[in-house]
Structure formats: structure tokens, C-alpha cells
């Protein structure tokens, strides 16, 4: 805090107030209605708006990270609770704020730890994977209270006025969504006030439907409302579930990882557009403050989320004080007489989740994969239905493993080209992609990656079969530039290797070894034993080798 703070001016001041009122405005029907998705009262969407954001504006490096509830997290929190307590109930509302617990004391350890690199393992179409798949999952969730219905699954009696109101809020937020800014940009605000004023339609659209509730007494006749919101701040929380923290464990670690990447996919696209540095090891202990704070005042698990992020930015947030005023005033908000929160309707507040999480269904990394990369297509495809499927954990694991083997499989069968010398140059290429020369007698082959135990084998095949295509060859050169690291296991397949070709006659060279390997290298066996040379380059090897071959 001390960093922002001694670096703050006065002139920072007018962008932080109103950057904090306008998400702060978004954040009250947004916090309600991800808490719904949590299996929470609306309320708690709230309390878990509060607390988080002033710590996280303490420790993170963000001037414009907007931390509180999130679609995803608080569907990963209701796939996590629901087989344990009764949504809505009072244990239920213990264990969320246990997670919150769990997941922030995860973050804060990898913080602490500085093991952020761990969630590098969490590839991007891995990512949008699951993102789609919760979003899909979320949507669904929210056809019920979308049409009033009280029947679970597909609603198949819809409740009239309910899903009247319903679908009129879906058809609002939908054309608010594609048109609301360029109609206020024709009208003449500035484009940035333009997109301001789109953003924030979902608090316009609860606003009118608070109003035709109140006015046409749609509650008597059967719409559901949020009903009686506590007034007054929430208080400290210190109940925990001492039969609970085993079973809230490997999710709090899953959900920890979702919050980090999630909250630092958002935060670093903002952060390059205003060239700041930020510290992930440093977000990690903010994150994880964040959450260990919501827990204390009755929350449940949050995160950054990007589209209030992104509004925060482009209000003219320019430091966390931003995020500071949006808790004070969500903390007035409960403090003030809020009879009028509990006349939100339901079916509204489903109609704004369910724009929202679509708005996520992004299928560009979908198509990139496809053209680039089928393995990590398959990987997207493969967590979005287990998202779908099996659940949200299972769904990312399906999707992490398979990014993993994908890696993996890579990994062990490394790309090996046979070079030839580029006529008239020192530069020697692939044999099937340039007009090269070769020379009699003389293999040259270039090991387009690191060598390790899950490829030795087949590093050794194909050595084998080019062997076998050329039986002339009396010098072998593996030509290492693009080699950076060999463990034990290829260490001994080298020297297998090595030994082999001794038996045949034919000598085995090294060239282009990189020095962090040679290093290695030199406290083995293998130079001692090695039947040829050492070359500092592909041309020396040739220069020397070519003639000797003849």
C-alpha cells in the first residue's frame, strides 16, 4: 500500500472517486446474482464485496484490479458445497466462508512461497475450455429462475409474469449489450462514456424491474424476489466446520489456482496497456488476503473479475483507491435503508447472469487451436465437456491432463533433421527443406530439443534408422545448438550410443554444444569416452570431417 500511496497526487483523485461509484453501481446486482449462483443469499454477494477489495488494494500491484464475486468461482463454490449442505442453509453459508478460508490460505502460502509459476501448467485453451464450459453450465443453472419456474432442470411450466419479466430484462440487457453504446455515442457522449453508461445496463435493468415490482405488486402474484436483505455491515465470522476441512481441501486448492489465473489474465491485459509491472507472487498473497478476508465477513470465494476490471479502467481508476471507494459505498449501501434491495427480482437477476457468462462463450482460441495446434483443440473441447459432464473439477482435470500428455507426447518424439551444407556458406539447413550438399560418409543430424529420459529411446531409434538408410556413414555429428539440457537417463543412452558405434567403426562427434551443457558434461564420463571430436560449429565438423570421409 505504501507504494501507490507515496506515488499518489491530488489529480489522481476525481478518476479513483468516480471509477469506485460506477463499479460500484455494477457491482450490487452482479454481487447478488453470483451469489445466487453460489447456492448463497443475495446478500452475501455483497458482504463478499466489501472486505476483499480494500485488502487486496492493500497488498496488490494492480492499480485497476476490481476483486469480488465471479460467475465461474461461484460455480466452482456451489459444485463444491452442494453434496455437502443444503444450499441456503445455515451450514451451507459456514462452508462456503470455510472455502473462502481454505482457498485464500492456498494463495497466500503460494505467495509466500513464490510458486506462482505453478499455474503456468494451466494452458490457455485449457482456460477458454473451461470458461465455456461454465458458462454453458451457468446459463442452464439459470432457466429456472429465468421463467419462475418450480420445477428443477428444464422449466417446464414457466411462471407467467415471472417469465415475462424474465425474458423482457434478456431481451433489454441483450440489445443494451449490441447497440446501448453506439446509441449514446449518436446522442454525443464520448465514446468513453458511451461504453461507461452500456456497462452499466444491469443495474438500469434491476432498477426497472424494482419498479415494476413495487408498482404492479408482482411479488403478491408470484415473481420471486431476493426478499429481506440484513441491514448494516456484516460482522465477524468465525464459524468453521471442524468435520468439513478434508472434504474442502482439494477443491480450496483448485479453486486457489482458478482465482490466480483468472484474476491474472484480467489484471495483465490491463497492466499492458498503462505499462505497469506486476508481481505474481505479489498477487498471490493479495488474492489470497482477499479471500481470507471475505471469509472473516461472511463470503465465499473471490477473484478479479475482467469486466468490472475493465469498467474500473475505463472510468479512470489510476490507483487501488478506486477499489476502495466502491467498498465503502457498497458498505453505505447496507447501511442506508435497503428495503429496496429486497424487491429485486429473481428472474432479472437471472437474466443478467445469464448475459453475462455469455458474454465469456469467446470460441477465437477454439479456432486458433483448431488451424494451429488439434492437440490443444482437443484439450479445449475435451474440458468444456467435462465441465458440462462431470463437473467443473473433473472438467479441468480432464483438460490439464491432456494438455499435459499433449506436452508430453511432444516431448518424446523430438524433431531430428539431417543437415546439409547450404552451397557456398557456413550454414548448414534440413536436407528436405533446402537445396543443401552433403558429403559421403558423413551423417550430420540436429536434435531439435532437450534431451531427457522420455525421449532417449526414440532419439536413439531414429539415429538408428538414418544409420541404416546411409550404411556408408564412417562420422556421425550430432549437432546440439538447439539441445539445452541432458539428463542422467540420456546421458547413458549417449554413452550406449557411443559405445555402439565404436563396435561398427563409425566415430560419433558433438558440435554446437551450449555451455550450461558442456558444463555438465565435462563432470561425466562421456567426453572421456567419446570415439570422435568435439566441434565449436557445424562448418568446422565439416571442414574437418568431409575430407576424412572421402
Known sequence: MLHWLQQYRRAMLPGDISAGIVVAMMMIPQGMAYALVAGLPPVVGIYASIVPPVLYALF?????????????????????????????????????????????AVLLACGLLRIGFLANFF?????????????????????RPLLGSSEPGWP????????????????????????????????????????????????????????LVAGLGLEARGVATTGAVPAGLPGLNLATSSSHWQALLQPALL????????????????ALKRAEKLSS????????????????SGGFPVTGSMSRSAVNFAAGANSQLASIVTAALLGLALVVPSGWLALMPLP?????????????????????????????????????????????????????ALSMGA??????????????????????????????????????LRIDAGLF????????????????????????????SAVNAIDTSALFGLGELNASLRQRGVLLHLAEVKGPVMDRLRDSTLLAALNGRVFLSAAMAWDQLAREAR
Open 255 to 270: 479453486i486457489g489456482f482458478m482465482v490466480f489465473l483468472i484474476s491474472m489474465s484480467g489484471a495483465q491485459a490491463l
Open 156 to 211: 417446464d411450466a414457466p411462471h407467467g409474469p415471472s417469465a415475462a419479466l424474465g425474458l423482457g430484462a434478456l431481451l433489454a440487457l441483450l440489445w443494451a449489450r449490441r447497440y446501448l453504446a453506439g446509441t449514446l455515442r449518436r446522442l454525443g457522449l464520448a465514446p468513453v462514456a458511451a461504453d461507461i453508461g452500456a456497462k452499466l445496463a444491469p443495474m438500469l435493468v434491476v432498477l426497472g424491474g424494482v419498479a
Open 348 to 400: 432479472v437477476l437471472a437474466a443478467t447472469i445469464i448475459i453475462a457468462v455469455l458474454g465469456m462463450l469467446d470460441l477465437s482460441t477454439l479456432h486458433t487451436a483448431w488451424r494451429y495446434d488439434r492437440a490443444d483443440a482437443a484439450a479445449l473441447l475435451a474440458t468444456a465437456a467435462g465441465v458440462l459432464v462431470l463437473g467443473v473439477e473433473a472438467g479441468v482435470v480432464v483438460g490439464l
Open 453 to 480: 529420459f522420455g525421449n532417449v529411446e526414440a532419439v536413439n531409434a531414429r539415429i538408428e534408422d538414418e544409420l541404416a538408410a546411409q550404411p556408408e556413414t564412417r562420422h556421425l555429428v550430432l549437432v546440439l
Open 281 to 296: 507472487n505479489r498477487e498471490l498473497v493479495a488474492l489470497g488476503a482477499a479471500n481470507l478476508g471475505s471469509a472473516l
Open 123 to 143: 494452458s490457455r485453451p485449457v482456460m477458454s475450455g473451461f470458461t465455456i464450459g461454465s458458462a454453458l453450465l451457468i446459463a442452464w443453472g439459470q432457466l
Open 60 to 104: 496488490g500491484t494492480s492499480s485497476t484490479q476490481s476483486v469480488g464475486p465471479m460467475a465461474i468461482i461461484s460455480l466452482m463454490t456451489a459444485s463444491t458445497l452442494a453434496p455437502l449442505a443444503a444450499p441456503g442453509s445455515a451450514l451451507y453459508g459456514v462452508l462456503a466462508a470455510q472455502l473462502a478460508l481454505l482457498s485464500g
Open 407 to 444: 506436452l508430453i507426447w511432444r516431448a518424446s518424439r523430438p524433431h531430428i533433421a539431417v543437415l546439409g551444407r547450404i552451397p557456398g556458406s557456413e550454414h548448414f539447413r534440413n536436407v528436405e527443406r533446402y537445396t543443401t550438399e552433403t558429403a559421403p560418409g558423413l551423417l550430420m
